[in-house]
């Protein structure tokens, strides 16, 4: 008889709170069969509705309108939001002549954007409209590299400048040798390597830079003030210009930035740290900024607003700016929600988190305990109706699905609201082992010090995140109007306003939405506008009670003042003739009259704690919490508010947080333009280490500086390097990770540093060596599980065997990473740059045997003559022709010859230690992955002449065997040198025998 088939048990995650962070995650979570088969996963959500503050609905009481939380648009560089989206679209599958079918009939592209500046002559609009492509994002592609981006800015400004020059004081010929200064720095920019704008040849631009910004500014300055449109194209010059300097005096490397250092420093002190003058400041483009990111009055740190504005200006594709072509609710996340549920992702709507309670040792989530608000009559809510065709979401619940729907229709509930005075059904208590495994904590921040509390008692971290990282209340307002707008602020474009009248200092034509909602032709609505901005500061506490009657009433009134007195310089044709609003083109289906008709209009006030913007005041990013750094044992974070590197408020940063969730929780995900952050300090209980005189086992990062590299490319057997990959990687990994070949050869490299110390403040000052390293390199790629099975997911080397020239470098490489390092003496001798002639002696077993002697002998030998074999080659050709074999589109090729251009590499480990009772097992053993990266470049290139590698395939060394090499030696096909610093950064354990994945 067979026996039935069993099935191993799935691991439940409950994931609190559906905003776009938790939608994220969850779609990462659910993306292949295996991960369906592996996670079982229920959203817990209050209310009715998805989306957190993008959230959205339709009024039925109101021909079925658009009502928004605020104004959203999406950046053309939300290449992960726009990514994920868009395969949401496609596995949606809506039918052809469908309604929003695909991903570009979901948004139109805009960039007319116009920035009001008050002056003595009151409201005046600066108007530009940002050029347009046929890109678009969402397709997964990389945002552009640092070296592309700096390179592209500084060309740009100086273009910019060239052109403002010649055009504005060109004719003056006591400044004629002006142009050829521009000319001359911009010729020097596009020849320069991307790679190579760091250290000294970056502040060498700056100066430069910086020398040209204060010959124009003194030749130009009268002019400025008298000539408006002179004085805005200067500022837009000396934005860009000192922009370019404080990048590069700085180290900002665009999308790979370590934005941290420069947090503390609030961006307008930036500015004038890097030489902005006051004009520039105070303008009406540095103020678009504070009022696009609400942080008016409480300011921005500096090196996250420089990533943003880099982002903006330099990444986007196709256009800056993408409009919704109907609410974000049915545009975003009722696809989401229904490609969720196919995939089997349990929502339970009507579930109000209440609390997460610690187990005794504080360790771990035990508890959550939830309110059941109501119940659906099924046992299953459907949440969406249908307008126009769309699935969307409606204004209140849908009362006929609940058991308890007439008695909340007629209390009127706001389940949403924090302050609801709803009595719920029943209170739940979710145990972990039972109903959780993990728990994914969706809940926006200012919530927490509600839901939160036992972990914010627990946790200094949590405190401290809580106390320095600030959210602000937002209001929003939506006219629709009779008359169609014309044009706005003076600009024929409908542009986005910004920068004007707080609290409603944003303003945007949103008429495209008029066919989208459910407006009769009777109805007369012809236009609308929509508008929002901050209310108050970060420092406002959340109220006690529900402020949000008298917020409104504030709100009214503002708005009345507002439309009344202030739309019409925004809106020339909606002015009477005293410049006032005509209140009569305000659509009221109630025929009131006056000031009285905003009622008829949708005016909001975000005061629900986790509805408050969250933003980056300067000081604040090193205080937030990483996705997978909660500091719990199975509790993984999501929400903008975490620590992602790009903590910005915005749907990118809540989506890249969602997708490090879902890493953190084990799938396997890409994430485009991740910025690099700094580990944050685990709280774990692990022992201090003991440090002893002479052990040299340094703390990491490890700092080289001066260093020489030779590097020569040796053919190898793909087979050989797969069974040397299998026996120190994937068998100890255990099919946690898979490493497989990426090319058919082995990099020998020589390296030589001048000065290796470590870069622990505390063991800086222990002093520095010189350190040698001879090393092979074989290069793989990390697999992760594809539609058709295992894909490459990311580049790594892995150095099998490894020679040093001092104790202390194998004792830090072995203790700390796991390098198979061994010390030996090395003898070299070189020409210029090119290694004239290198030789390695060690102790070596010639072969196994229980009467083989250890002695000395040499391990390798290169050697080289002047005789090429042909034209010099660079490394990417050669690399190009051995993998073309295996990937003619190239891009595999691309991938490996960009890690020799000297940015970073990843480096795979075994690290083990053998255990001192049972010596045939490890009493640790993990893979590791850590980082090199280049900080300084002075020089790279390509070596003539023949180069010969020859070694004694000693048993002990058998590089024939484990590399698949020739016996005895080969010659290389090719070899190259760099001059760099670099530095080796704190590694990650991607697997632990006896432990799980951190």
Not at 321 to 341: C, I, Q, S
Not at 474 to 489: K, R
Not at 495 to 501: C, F, G, K, L, S
Request: hydrophobic share 40%; aromatic share 8%.
């Amino acid at each position: 008889m067979s026996q039935p088939q069993s099935f191993p048990r799935r691991e439940k995650v409950a994931i609190l709170g559906g905003g776009m962070a938790s939608l994220s995650a969850a779609f990462a979570l659910t993306d292949t069969p295996e991960l369906r088969a592996r996670y079982a996963l229920t959203v817990y959500q209050d209310g009715w509705l998805l989306g957190g503050k993008g959230a959205s609905v339709r009024n039925r009481d109101a021909r079925g309108r658009i009502e928004e939380h605020g104004l959203h648009v999406w950046l053309g560089y939300y290449e992960n939001a726009f990514t994920l989206l868009r395969r949401c679209y496609e596995e949606l599958g809506r039918p052809p002549g469908a309604a929003m079918r695909t991903l570009r009939d979901a948004f139109v592209k805009h960039g007319a954007i116009s920035v009001g500046e008050k002056t003595r002559r009151g409201w005046e609009h600066w108007s530009v409209t940002f050029p347009e492509t046929s890109e678009w994002p969402g397709d997964g592609r990389p945002l552009p590299g640092a070296g592309e981006a700096i390179r592209g800015a500084a060309a740009h400004v100086l273009r910019y400048a060239l052109a403002w020059w010649k055009q504005g004081k060109g004719a003056r010929p006591e400044v004629a040798d002006v142009t050829g200064q521009l000319r001359g720095l911009l010729q020097r920019v596009l020849a320069m390597e991307g790679s190579l704008l760091v250290g000294e040849a970056a502040r060498a631009l700056a100066d430069g830079v910086r020398s040209l910004l204060e010959r124009l500014r003194s030749l130009a300055r009268r002019d400025l003030e008298a000539d408006t449109q002179l004085r805005r194209v200067w500022v837009v010059l000396e934005f860009s210009a000192v922009s370019l300097i404080g990048i590069l005096r700085d180290g900002i490397l665009g999308p790979d930035v370590d934005v941290e250092a420069l947090d503390a420093i609030e961006y307008s002190d930036w500015l004038r740290k890097h030489g902005a003058s006051e004009m520039t400041v105070s303008s009406g483009l540095i103020r678009a900024f504070y009022h696009f990111a609400f942080c008016d009055g409480d300011g921005s740190g500096a090196g996250l607003a420089v990533l943003g504005m880099l982002r903006m200006f330099t990444c986007y594709r196709g256009a800056v700016f993408y409009k919704m072509r109907a609410g974000m609710g049915e545009t975003v996340f009722a696809p989401l929600y229904e490609v969720l549920r196919r995939r089997g992702v349990r929502f339970e709507f009507f579930h109000r988190v209440r609390r997460l309670e610690l187990s005794v040792d504080q360790r771990r989530v035990e508890r959550v305990v939830v309110d059941r608000q109501a119940t659906p009559t099924d046992g299953v809510y459907r949440p969406l109706i249908d307008v126009g065709g769309l699935p969307c979401w409606p204004e209140q619940p849908l009362y006929g699905q609940l058991v308890e729907g007439e008695a909340l229709s007629r209390h009127g509930a706001g389940l949403a609201s924090f302050w609801s005075d709803w009595t719920p059904v029943e209170q739940r208590t979710l145990r972990h082992g039972t109903d959780f495994d993990r728990v994914l904590l969706g809940i926006s921040l200012g919530a927490l010090p509600s839901v939160a509390s036992e972990l914010i008692a627990a946790s200094p971290r949590w405190r401290r995140m809580v106390e320095h990282v600030k959210t602000v209340r937002t209001v929003s307002a939506q006219l629709w109007v009779t008359e169609p707008l014309g044009p706005l602020a003076s600009s024929a474009d409908a542009p986005m306003m910004t920068a004007y009248q707080v609290p409603l200092e944003t303003w945007a034509d949103m008429s495209h939405l008029i066919p989208t909602e459910g407006w009769k032709a009777g109805d007369g609505v012809q236009g609308i506008l929509y508008a929002c901005g901050q209310l108050g500061h970060g420092d406002d506490p959340v109220a006690a009670s529900d402020p949000r009657v008298g917020d409104r009433a504030a709100l009214e009134a503002v708005a009345r003042g507002a439309v009344g007195e202030q739309l019409a310089h925004l809106w020339p044709g909606g002015a009477d003739a005293r410049g006032g609003l005509r209140w009569e083109l305000l659509f009221d289906a109630e025929g009131r009259t006056g000031p009285e008709r905003l009622r008829s209009q949708y005016l909001r006030v975000n005061a629900d704690p986790s509805d408050r913007y969250v933003l980056s005041v300067p000081g604040s990013q090193k205080h937030r919490i990483a996705p997978d750094a909660s500091g719990f044992e199975g509790l993984v974070l999501a929400g903008d508010w975490t620590r992602t590197g790009y903590d910005l408020g915005c749907i990118e940063a809540a989506t890249m947080s969602g997708l490090m969730a879902a890493r953190a929780l084990g799938a396997e995900v890409s994430i485009v333009g991740e910025v690099p952050r700094p580990r944050a300090e685990p709280e774990v209980s692990l022992p201090l280490y003991v440090d002893r005189p002479g052990e040299m086992s340094l703390r990491s990062p490890y700092v080289m500086e001066d260093v020489w590299l030779t590097a020569l490319v040796l053919r190898a057997r793909q087979g050989a390097l797969g069974a040397l990959l299998d026996r120190y990687l994937n068998v100890p990994a255990r099919g946690h990770v898979r490493y497989v070949p990426a090319a058919p050869f082995v990099v020998l490299t020589s390296a030589f540093a001048g000065r290796a110390f470590s870069g622990d403040p505390e063991h800086r000052r222990l002093g520095y060596m010189p350190e040698t390293d001879i090393a092979f390199w074989v290069p793989a790629w990390a697999m992760r599980a594809g539609t058709g099975g295992l894909i490459p997911e990311r580049l790594v080397w892995f150095m099998p065997h490894v020679f040093v020239s001092t104790g202390a470098a194998a004792a830090a490489g072995r203790e700390i990473y796991g390098f198979p390092k061994s010390v030996v003496d090395v003898e070299v001798r070189r020409s210029g740059r090119a290694l004239e002639h290198l030789s390695v002696l060690g102790e070596v077993l010639a072969r196994h045997s229980p009467e083989t002697r250890g002695e000395r002998a040499r391990i390798l030998e290169v050697t080289r003559s002047e005789v090429s074999p042909g034209p010099v080659r660079s490394v990417a050709e050669v690399i190009g022709e051995l993998i073309r074999p295996m990937d003619s589109s190239g891009g595999w090729a691309s991938s490996i010859a960009r890690s020799f251009a000297m940015n970073d590499v990843t480096i795979a480990f075994l690290k083990q230690f053998r255990d001192v009772q049972h010596t045939d097992r490890a009493c640790y053993q993990a893979i590791i992955e850590a980082k090199a990266s280049v900080r300084a470049l002075r020089g790279y290139g390509p070596l003539p002449g023949t180069f010969h590698v020859s070694w004694g395939d000693h048993a002990s060394h058998p590089f024939t065997t484990d590399l698949g090499l020739d016996p005895g030696g080969q010659q290389a096909i090719a070899a190259t040198w760099a001059e760099f610093d670099f530095v080796m950064e704190s590694g990650r354990e991607l697997f632990r025998a006896g432990g799980q994945v951190p």
